[in-house]
């Protein structure tokens, strides 16, 4: 059986009201999250083998945070002890975590203090098959940044499958690099790219071709996935996937398709609601959705299905991670 390692940095967030009642009622909800811990939650709650390695102080915080995930049968046996601290973001009830105004709380973090060599990569892939980060743990420090293409060395050279969300936040990226200059030496390694068509832009220099991007129109959109998802195979050969998001919000409607590109590109069904409970993780939830479906071997076309569903439902679920079952993702499956 495949098992997967997520790579990533493990966070606290803190969701206060946003009338500021959350003072006088002593009641600010907190949640377990980060972009590589949610898909690793998702897999492990569709009963897949899976991992998560991270950075944490060694105190009865990490150790809390620890237990709560091995609850969830994810494996935390590769977890660093080390540095003093825990990663906090804070998020207004009902905002998106792209929203400006998210306020993270990550200077001096145990991940973001990792160096090369802290690690033991051959104990941390022992029967792994499938290892996923993002471009988030990457844009901490110079040092994170270092660690992450380590880690790719390291589960290139053990023929690991790879994957990359490309996840864009723009009040990180705060050490003197730009993502491009960080991105595109970490993605050389992947065999699955997945994030939308600006993040591509921004992190790897894919070009747009606004023309077809300003006419807003789905066809032109997809017609721009096409070409930049090849663009992206013809400059990082190891990249056979790519898969690319579409979540519009027109005044509180919310429409939502995926993409997947191998050697033609696969659409998946559009979802379209006029109510969002919380859009953070939806994206992650998608990315799991992925991995569940080709390591188990599906189909293309029947694994951006499942993904797609799987994120979309995510929307209506409070909190970082899914809570929806293989079964309840599958019977709420909209067939192209």
Not at 76 to 83: C, M, R
Not at 157 to 163: D, F, L, Q, V
Request: net charge neutral; glycine share 6%; charged share 15%.
């Amino acid at each position: 059986m495949s098992k997967t390692l997520c790579f990533g940095e493990l966070l606290l967030r803190f969701s206060p009201s946003a009338n500021g009642d959350w003072l006088l009622n002593n009641t600010a909800p907190a949640f377990v999250g980060g972009a590589e811990a949610n898909v690793a939650t998702a897999l492990a709650l569709w009963n897949q083998q899976v991992g998560y390695c991270t950075a944490l102080p060694d105190n009865f915080l990490s150790k809390q945070l620890a237990e709560y995930l091995n609850k969830k049968n994810i494996d935390t046996s590769s977890f660093h002890y080390s540095g003093n601290r825990v990663g906090v973001y804070y998020l207004q009830q009902g905002t998106d975590v792209k929203h400006s105004g998210v306020i993270f709380d990550r200077t001096g973090s145990s991940f973001s203090q990792l160096k090369k060599g802290m690690i033991d990569w051959d104990s941390v892939f022992e029967g792994i098959t499938w290892f996923h980060f993002s471009a988030i743990a990457a844009s901490l420090t110079q040092s994170a940044a270092d660690v992450c293409e380590e880690a790719l060395q390291a589960a290139s050279a053990k023929n690991i499958t790879i994957s990359v969300d490309l996840n864009y936040r723009n009040k990180l990226w705060q050490y003197g690099k730009q993502p491009i200059e960080v991105m595109t030496g970490l993605v050389k390694y992947c065999n699955l790219v997945m994030g939308n068509l600006w993040a591509a832009n921004v992190m790897l220099g894919i070009p747009i071709n606004e023309a077809l991007i300003n006419k807003d129109e789905k066809e032109s959109y997809l017609q721009q996935a096409t070409i930049s998802s090849q663009t992206i195979q013809q400059q990082f050969p190891k990249v056979k996937i790519v898969a690319n998001t579409f979540r519009f919000s027109r005044n509180e409607d919310i429409q939502y398709y995926t993409t997947l590109f191998t050697d033609k590109l696969f659409v998946s069904a559009e979802y379209a609601s006029d109510k969002v409970l919380d859009k953070v993780g939806s994206g992650d939830c998608f990315m799991g959705g992925l991995i569940y479906g080709l390591s188990n071997g599906n189909a293309p076309q029947q694994a951006l299905n499942f993904a797609t569903a799987a994120a979309y439902n995510k929307l209506f679920i409070k909190g970082d991670t899914t809570n929806q079952t293989v079964k309840e993702i599958t019977a709420t499956i909209k067939n192209v």
